[in-house]
């Protein structure tokens, strides 16, 4: 089965490509890529279909590393058919999804289940990140080697993180002898306490409990230290603060192997969203200061932080429409990733190609992965964008199964229009 794109912009910051050219791509791989392919020559004869990419951004699938998918054990907020969905939708064709599942995947047969039910019924690929420690308490490693060897690509405890110094500095030796990446949300929760959103004057003025930046920011500092110790591998998850984006651009000239993501949340908005005791605006960590999100957008503009991530975290509609203190942290973010990313390019902070970077070639680095390029020779993971479409973002529309999002009612520009995988188109948006 031959598919050639044609008349596209193909960006391609792996190759340094930015240029109108044609894909040609045969059994899901791309095997061509250059200026007016047609259909009558060369490798080119026997089309199976021909894609117009004209006016379209042509780019790599885009890689999402930190998802949430909820399955196995929590398939009513969303499932890997419903999440690889809705990563369709948003051109996303890659995500690593997290272990805080039920049974969390700290062994190979919950690996060897959400790999599987990706391959078979899912419309991205699946990279699974396992725990750190056995069932995420924090007291004996994972088996780190089995977990790699099953399929995995990072390990983390995610929203619990390891208190323990010890425990996480072996975690730092035993995962960099499979040269994996610890990833970590780096958070003391002995400072955060009951606090439910960001310590600050809107908290005091809508009196609730506050979780200071020092919470994320001390933790970010000795999960650092322990890598630079350990000469280990740190990703650090979902900086919020303009002292974990320091952090981890100081270490960074010190030669310290960290790198580290920021959600579209977090660049977007601050914590007056919160305003009205929002409860589609509570998250971990919590949305910011503007100072905060200055020093993020800063990051993401001078290369500290090395991707975008959504941190998509379905929850059902009955967890988040409760009082604002015993709400559930998160939001979905897949569908509302792209067009917020392009917002970054439509104020100036960053451009295009960087921006495509920050969610391709740059976050498969970070898991070790063989995506995020349009190389000849790469599986045609693809995503053909309209950077100029207009469109409103209404929950009810959205592919998630969960609804849970601050942007609802949001103009929206800029969207995926197709999205293939291995060559075969599994998402084409109704103009």
Not at 298 to 319: K, Q, S
Not at 346 to 352: A, K, Q, R, S, T
Not at 357 to 383: E, F, K, M, W, Y
Request: glycine residues 8%; aromatic residues 4%; negative net charge.
């Amino acid at each position: 089965m031959k598919v050639l794109i044609k008349n596209g912009r193909i960006i391609d910051p792996a190759n340094k490509i930015d240029a109108v050219l044609d894909i040609l791509i045969e059994d899901g791989k791309i095997i061509k890529v250059a200026a007016a392919i047609t259909v009558d020559s060369g490798d080119a004869v026997d089309v199976t279909e021909t894609i117009d990419a004209s006016g379209l951004l042509v780019t790599p699938g885009l890689v999402d590393i930190h998802t949430h998918l909820r399955d196995p054990g929590q398939e009513y907020k969303e499932d890997i058919i419903s999440g690889t969905h809705a990563a369709a939708a948003g051109g996303v064709t890659s995500l690593a999804c997290m272990p805080n599942t039920n049974p969390v995947n700290d062994s190979l047969a919950i690996t060897k289940y959400i790999i599987t039910k990706a391959k078979e019924q899912g419309s991205a690929n699946v990279f699974p990140i396992a725990c750190i420690s056995k069932g995420m308490k924090g007291e004996i490693l994972a088996e780190m080697g089995e977990l790699k060897e099953g399929g995995c690509v990072g390990f983390s405890d995610d929203g619990v993180p390891v208190s323990n110094g010890e425990l996480m500095r072996r975690a730092f030796e035993y995962a960099d002898t499979f040269a994996m990446p610890i990833i970590t949300h780096s958070e003391d929760l002995s400072l955060v306490g009951t606090g439910c959103m960001n310590e600050g004057p809107v908290a005091t003025e809508l009196g609730l409990k506050g979780i200071p930046w020092v919470a994320e920011d001390a933790a970010t500092a000795r999960d650092i230290m322990l890598a630079e110790f350990t000469n280990g591998r740190l990703h650090v998850c979902h900086v919020s603060t303009k002292g974990s984006v320091d952090l981890v651009r100081q270490a960074k000239t010190r030669g310290v192997r960290v790198s580290c993501e920021a959600t579209p949340h977090h660049f977007t908005l601050t914590d007056e969203a919160v305003r009205g005791y929002n409860t589609n605006a509570k998250m971990n960590p919590p949305l910011r200061s503007q100072e905060d999100v200055d020093a993020v957008l800063a990051g993401l503009a001078d290369g500290t932080i090395d991707a975008i991530a959504t941190d998509h975290a379905p929850h059902h509609y009955d967890e988040k429409n409760v009082e604002f203190a015993i709400a559930m942290n998160g939001i979905i973010g897949l569908e509302s990733l792209l067009p917020l990313s392009l917002k970054l390019v439509e104020d100036g902070v960053i451009d295009l190609n960087r921006m495509i970077s920050l969610l391709t070639v740059q976050p498969s680095r970070v898991i070790g992965i063989d995506r995020g390029t349009l190389s000849v020779g790469a599986i045609a993971d693809i995503a053909l964008i309209d950077p100029e479409f207009e469109w409103e973002f209404m929950p009810k529309n959205l592919l998630s199964k969960s609804k849970n999002t601050p942007f609802a009612g949001w103009k929206m520009r800029g969207a995926a229009i197709r999205t293939l995988l291995a060559g075969k188109t599994v998402f084409e948006r109704s103009l």
